[in-house]
């Protein structure tokens, strides 16, 4: 067997190399990348901005329309317990001293006209001193003044009774009145519970400090909001249901006694307050209760959630402007119990026609036309 001299082998050599390269060259022009499809065109149509795709751009486009719907003749909305402030009263001092006694604490329930709290004060025995000197001064003045009318002893009494109601002192207290003494007891204004306590003691008060707050609960509020676009299916003095969540086979019945004359901008939404009767005092405030109103049917506009894409703290939806151009809106939604649907306050109209589907990569395209033209 004959050996391959040294010119052989050099050109073994070299065809192998030129046979490597070629197959190499190949490979890359193989792997070259496609060229990047053309950048979204944003254009003006009636003054408004929007996306012209090119046929193809994005696959699988489906569009749907944004339908209206009837309503049931059922209002519902979530509401919290809370104390009606017609029913709520508070114990303030009149005077500067001290706090010497106290009875009640939070939560105690209280009866109208119940000692609560005593406090120590000069200007109360100040105010004894007076109405006792006007007191003996009627006694023994002479005239038609005598029995309280007219003259100026009696209205020196008045006044002076007068002066003691307004230090706080109670109807009964005054007529017990036997000698000056700086020590009175507030009473309670109303029957109720303590929602509030700031009477510690001893400690000092000045007049316009709340010592307590008094609520009673024998009727409460719950406040819900409602969607503008329900503001006329209600009205004040309507009649309504709440269930609370920690009583759920109890009905509490009540009638809708406030509505909110603001609408929240943000949300479209306004609050109705309900006047709900509360027997057994089941309902306590900050408790949450599902407030049912019967009311007239209406009608609500409904999108496919797969419509919506949600960025920062807004929704948007890419409308059908005509052609293949896309406008991009911003849509307000609310809850609606169907699945796979959002219920449209503000941004539709019925019968809009929206991208769904693929909303993601259209809203992509969006930001990557915004891109270039930044």
């Given amino acids: 067997m004959s050996r391959a001299t040294p010119i052989t082998r050099a050109i073994l050599a070299l065809s192998l190399a030129a046979a490597i390269a070629g197959c190499q060259g190949e490979s890359a022009s193989r792997a070259a990348p496609e060229p990047a499809p053309p950048v979204p065109r944003l254009v003006r149509q009636s003054g408004v901005e929007v996306m012209e795709l090119r046929p193809g751009a994005v696959p699988g486009v489906v569009m749907a329309a944004v339908k209206e719907v009837e309503l049931p003749g059922v209002l519902e909305t979530t509401g919290q317990v809370t104390f009606d402030d017609r029913r709520v009263s508070t114990i303030v001092s009149r005077v500067q001293g001290r706090i010497e006694e106290t009875r009640v604490s939070q939560w105690d329930n209280v009866r109208r006209g119940e000692q609560i709290v005593a406090l120590y004060s000069p200007d109360f025995m100040t105010g004894e001193a007076e109405y006792e000197e006007a007191l003996k001064t009627a006694k023994v003045s002479t005239g038609p003044g005598v029995d309280g009318t007219g003259d100026l002893a009696a209205s020196m009494v008045d006044a002076s009774k007068r002066k003691l109601q307004l230090l706080g002192m109670d109807e009964a207290d005054i007529r017990a009145i036997s000698e000056p003494s700086p020590t009175v007891w507030m009473r309670a204004p109303i029957s109720g519970t303590v929602v509030e306590n700031h009477a510690v003691r001893g400690a000092a008060v000045n007049p316009g400090d709340v010592l307590y707050t008094l609520g009673t609960l024998e009727q ?155």
């Fill in 220 to 374: 409460v509020w719950i406040t819900g909001d409602l969607y503008e676009s329900d503001l006329s299916r209600v009205k004040v003095g309507q009649e309504l249901e709440a269930v609370a969540t920690a009583f759920p086979e109890d009905v509490f019945k009540g009638t809708i006694a406030r509505i909110s004359p603001n609408v929240d901008p943000n949300t479209h939404t306004l609050q109705i307050r309900c006047a709900v009767n509360n027997p057994g005092l089941k309902l306590k405030p900050q408790m949450l209760a599902r407030v049912r109103i019967v009311t007239r049917p209406g009608s609500a506009l409904v999108v496919p959630q797969d419509a919506l894409v949600f960025e920062t703290d807004s929704y948007f939806a890419y409308f059908a402007a005509g052609g293949d151009r896309f406008e991009r809106r911003k849509v307000v939604i609310g809850s609606w119990n169907q699945q796979g649907y959002a219920r449209v306050i503000s941004g539709l109209s019925p019968g809009d026609r929206v991208v769904t589907g693929v909303t993601m990569q259209v809203n992509e395209l969006w930001h990557e036309a915004h891109g270039e033209r930044s």
